[in-house]
C-alpha cells in the first residue's frame, strides 16, 4: 500500500513527508501510540507537536489524525515525518478494521451486533455460543462496554494481536454502537460504515432508542443511523427485533424476526411466556433459561437468532445457551439477603425495563431501594429522559437514592450542577421523594444499614455506579 493511497481513502491531506517513514513501510498492524513499534500506523483524533516527536522516535509508518494542534504540522515538517490529517477520523478506523480483517482473518465469519440496548449482551452471548461449540471465536464485547465504539483502532489492534498470537479465529464477533461521536459532533453513519468494514454474514439489530443525547436529540435521528445497516450488511442475515415498530421499518434484504409473542414469519425465533420455540419446536424451557428477565430472553433470541443464521445446530446452541455467565453488570445478583441486583441501566429504556423486573420479584412487605447514579458529564437531555423513566416507574413500594458518585469518578464523568438538577427538580415536580448523597460510598452504607434482609436493592447507572460491588464488599 502507497501512503497516498492511504490518504486518499481517509480523504486526508498528507503533510511532512510524502512515503512511509519507517525503512520497511507499513507492517500492517493499526495500534494507539503507546502502543507502536517499528512500522505501524498510529489513528488518534487529535495530536501535538510532542505527540510527533514520540511517533518520529518509535520510527513508526505514519500518523492519522483529525485534529492537529500545538505545533504538530510544524514539527512533523521539521523532523520529515509523514502526518495524515483527515476530517473524518472514522473512515481511518473502519479502514483499519476492514484491512486488518482482509489481511488477518480472511477467512472467518464475521457478526456485528448493534442498537441501542443489549448490545453487549447480545454479542457476549454470541461468542459464549460459539466457544462452547468448540469454534475459535474473537469479540470485542467487555463488561464495560469499552471495545465497542470503534472511533480508535483498538478493534483493529485486538483482531491483529489475536492473529498473533492464537491464529485466525473462526468468528468475529464485533459489537458496534449505534451512534458515535467526537467532542459532541455526529459521526454520520457510523454504525454502517463499520459494519460494512467488517463484512458480516450475519447482522444484529436489538432495538431503536434514544441514548447519545447531544450528538442525536431525537428519536428519528437514531433511525436515520440505523437504517443504513441493512444495507451496510448487503446479502448477510439480518436479524430483527420484530417487537421494536422502528426495527420493523428497516429495508432488510433477508430478515431472521426475533419476538416475545408468537408471530407467524417463517425465519423466526420466538418467545411464547413459557419456552423459546424455533420451528414449532421448543427449544429452551423457562427452568433451562440462564436468566428470565425479559429484555434478557429477548437477548437470548436474538442471540440463537444469529447462531441459527450461521447454519449451526439449534440443539447444541440450547445446550451452550445453558450454561450462559451474564458479563458484569447486567442484572448480576451481588447479594442475597437483602438481595442486592447491579444492572447497567443507564438510558430511559434500560432503566424502565430494568425496574420493572426487578419488581416482579417483590412479595408482600417488601421494599424496593432503587440505587441510581446520576449520569455525569453526558448533558442535561439525557438525565431529564433518565428521571423522567423513574418517575414513570414509581410506586409505593420503592424508595429512591440517588448519588452524584464524586468519590469514584474522573472529570470525564462528573456530575454537573444543571445535571443534578434536572434530576431534583423533575422529582420534586412529581412529588417523588429521594435522597441524595454526593458519595457513592455514603450512598450504599446507608442504603445497606437502611434494609432488611428480606428487601431489594437495585443498583443502576453507567460509570457512577461501576465500583459499586467493589465498595460494597467493604461495607458488607
Given at each position: 500500500?502507497?501512503?497516498?493511497?492511504?490518504?486518499?481513502?481517509?480523504?486526508?491531506?498528507?503533510?511532512?513527508?510524502?512515503?512511509?517513514?519507517?525503512?520497511?513501510?507499513?507492517?500492517?498492524?493499526?495500534?494507539?501510540?503507546?502502543?507502536?513499534?517499528?512500522?505501524?500506523?498510529?489513528?488518534?483524533?487529535?495530536?501535538?507537536?510532542?505527540?510527533?516527536?514520540?511517533?518520529?522516535?518509535?520510527?513508526?509508518?505514519?500518523?492519522?489524525?483529525?485534529?492537529?494542534?500545538?505545533?504538530?504540522?510544524?514539527?512533523?515538517?521539521?523532523?520529515?515525518?509523514?502526518?495524515?490529517?483527515?476530517?473524518?477520523?472514522?473512515?481511518?478506523?473502519?479502514?483499519?478494521?476492514?484491512?486488518?480483517?482482509?489481511?488477518?482473518?480472511?477467512?472467518?465469519?464475521?457478526?456485528?451486533?448493534?442498537?441501542?440496548?443489549?448490545?453487549?449482551?447480545?454479542?457476549?452471548?454470541?461468542?459464549?455460543?460459539?466457544?462452547?461449540?468448540?469454534?475459535?471465536?474473537?469479540?470485542?464485547?467487555?463488561?464495560?462496554?469499552?471495545?465497542?465504539?470503534?472511533?480508535?483502532?483498538?478493534?483493529?489492534?485486538?483482531?491483529?494481536?489475536?492473529?498473533?498470537?492464537?491464529?485466525?479465529?473462526?468468528?468475529?464477533?464485533?459489537?458496534?454502537?449505534?451512534?458515535?461521536?467526537?467532542?459532541?459532533?455526529?459521526?454520520?453513519?457510523?454504525?454502517?460504515?463499520?459494519?460494512?468494514?467488517?463484512?458480516?454474514?450475519?447482522?444484529?439489530?436489538?432495538?431503536?432508542?434514544?441514548?447519545?443525547?447531544?450528538?442525536?436529540?431525537?428519536?428519528?435521528?437514531?433511525?436515520?443511523?440505523?437504517?443504513?445497516?441493512?444495507?451496510?450488511?448487503?446479502?448477510?442475515?439480518?436479524?430483527?427485533?420484530?417487537?421494536?415498530?422502528?426495527?420493523?421499518?428497516?429495508?432488510?434484504?433477508?430478515?431472521?424476526?426475533?419476538?416475545?409473542?408468537?408471530?407467524?414469519?417463517?425465519?423466526?425465533?420466538?418467545?411464547?411466556?413459557?419456552?423459546?420455540?424455533?420451528?414449532?419446536?421448543?427449544?429452551?424451557?423457562?427452568?433451562?433459561?440462564?436468566?428470565?428477565?425479559?429484555?434478557?430472553?429477548?437477548?437470548?433470541?436474538?442471540?440463537?437468532?444469529?447462531?441459527?443464521?450461521?447454519?449451526?445446530?439449534?440443539?447444541?446452541?440450547?445446550?451452550?445457551?445453558?450454561?450462559?455467565?451474564?458479563?458484569?453488570?447486567?442484572?448480576?445478583k451481588i447479594k442475597d439477603k437483602p438481595l442486592i441486583l447491579d444492572d447497567f441501566a443507564h438510558n430511559p429504556d434500560g432503566i424502565k425495563a430494568t425496574i420493572s423486573e426487578t419488581k416482579k420479584l417483590l412479595c408482600e412487605n417488601q421494599k424496593l431501594f432503587v440505587v441510581c447514579a446520576i449520569r455525569g458529564s453526558r448533558g442535561v437531555e439525557i438525565n431529564q429522559l433518565n428521571v423522567d423513566a423513574i418517575v414513570e416507574s414509581m410506586d409505593d413500594?420503592?424508595?429512591?437514592?440517588?448519588?452524584?458518585?464524586?468519590?469514584?469518578?474522573?472529570?470525564?464523568?462528573?456530575?454537573?450542577?444543571?445535571?443534578?438538577?434536572?434530576?431534583?427538580?423533575?422529582?420534586?415536580?412529581?412529588?417523588?421523594?429521594?435522597?441524595?448523597?454526593?458519595?457513592?460510598?455514603?450512598?450504599?452504607?446507608?442504603?445497606?444499614?437502611?434494609?432488611?434482609?428480606?428487601?431489594?436493592?437495585?443498583?443502576?447507572?453507567?460509570?457512577?455506579?461501576?465500583?459499586?460491588?467493589?465498595?460494597?464488599?467493604?461495607?458488607?
Amino acid at each position: 500500500m502507497e501512503i497516498q493511497d492511504l490518504a486518499n481513502i481517509v480523504n486526508g491531506k498528507l503533510v511532512g513527508n510524502d512515503d512511509f517513514f519507517s525503512i520497511d513501510g507499513f507492517t500492517g498492524k493499526f495500534t494507539f501510540l503507546n502502543d507502536s513499534h517499528t512500522g505501524d500506523i498510529v489513528i488518534r483524533h487529535w495530536i501535538n507537536d510532542t505527540g510527533i516527536q514520540m511517533a518520529f522516535n518509535k520510527n513508526i509508518a505514519c500518523l492519522i489524525t483529525q485534529t492537529p494542534k500545538d505545533g504538530a504540522i510544524e514539527m512533523a515538517e521539521k523532523l520529515n515525518f509523514p502526518l495524515i490529517i483527515t476530517d473524518n477520523i472514522e473512515l481511518a478506523n473502519a479502514f483499519a478494521l476492514s484491512h486488518t480483517i482482509k489481511k488477518y482473518s480472511p477467512d472467518s465469519t464475521n457478526i456485528i451486533i448493534t442498537g441501542t440496548n443489549g448490545k453487549s449482551t447480545t454479542s457476549h452471548l454470541i461468542y459464549h455460543i460459539l466457544k462452547t461449540l468448540g469454534f475459535h471465536t474473537f469479540t470485542n464485547t467487555d463488561s464495560e462496554s469499552e471495545f465497542n465504539t470503534l472511533i480508535d483502532p483498538m478493534v483493529s489492534k485486538l483482531i491483529f494481536d489475536e492473529v498473533k498470537v492464537n491464529g485466525q479465529p473462526d468468528y468475529l464477533v464485533i459489537e458496534v454502537s449505534e451512534v458515535q461521536g467526537w467532542l459532541g459532533n455526529l459521526m454520520k453513519n457510523h454504525a454502517a460504515l463499520m459494519s460494512e468494514a467488517a463484512n458480516p454474514k450475519v447482522g444484529v439489530i436489538t432495538n431503536i432508542a434514544m441514548d447519545h443525547i447531544g450528538l442525536v436529540n431525537s428519536i428519528d435521528e437514531v433511525f436515520d443511523e440505523i437504517s443504513a445497516v441493512p444495507k451496510a450488511i448487503g446479502d448477510g442475515i439480518c436479524v430483527l427485533n420484530h417487537d421494536d415498530d422502528l426495527v420493523m421499518k428497516l429495508d432488510a434484504k433477508n430478515p431472521f424476526y426475533t419476538s416475545m409473542s408468537e408471530i407467524e414469519e417463517k425465519n423466526s425465533v420466538y418467545y411464547n411466556g413459557e419456552a423459546i420455540i424455533y420451528n414449532d419446536a421448543v427449544v429452551l424451557t423457562n427452568e433451562e433459561l440462564p436468566f428470565t428477565s425479559n429484555h434478557f430472553i429477548q437477548n437470548i433470541l436474538s442471540a440463537i437468532g444469529a447462531v441459527v443464521s450461521l447454519g449451526l445446530d439449534i440443539d447444541r446452541i440450547a445446550e451452550s445457551v445453558k450454561s450462559y455467565k451474564p458479563l458484569d453488570r447486567r442484572f448480576t445478583k451481588i447479594k442475597d439477603k437483602p438481595l442486592i441486583l447491579d444492572d447497567f441501566a443507564h438510558n430511559p429504556d434500560g432503566i424502565k425495563a430494568t425496574i420493572s423486573e426487578t419488581k416482579k420479584l417483590l412479595c408482600e412487605n417488601q421494599k424496593l431501594f432503587v440505587v441510581c447514579a446520576i449520569r455525569g458529564s453526558r448533558g442535561v437531555e439525557i438525565n431529564q429522559l433518565n428521571v423522567d423513566a423513574i418517575v414513570e416507574s414509581m410506586d409505593d413500594s420503592i424508595e429512591l437514592i440517588l448519588s452524584s458518585s464524586n468519590d469514584v469518578v474522573n472529570d470525564l464523568n462528573f456530575v454537573e450542577d444543571e445535571e443534578r438538577e434536572v434530576f431534583f427538580n423533575t422529582l420534586n415536580d412529581n412529588n417523588v421523594e429521594f435522597v441524595h448523597y454526593d458519595n457513592l460510598k455514603d450512598c450504599l452504607n446507608e442504603t445497606y444499614n437502611k434494609a432488611d434482609e428480606n428487601d431489594i436493592i437495585l443498583l443502576i447507572g453507567a460509570q457512577g455506579m461501576d465500583p459499586a460491588e467493589s465498595l460494597l464488599k467493604d461495607i458488607i
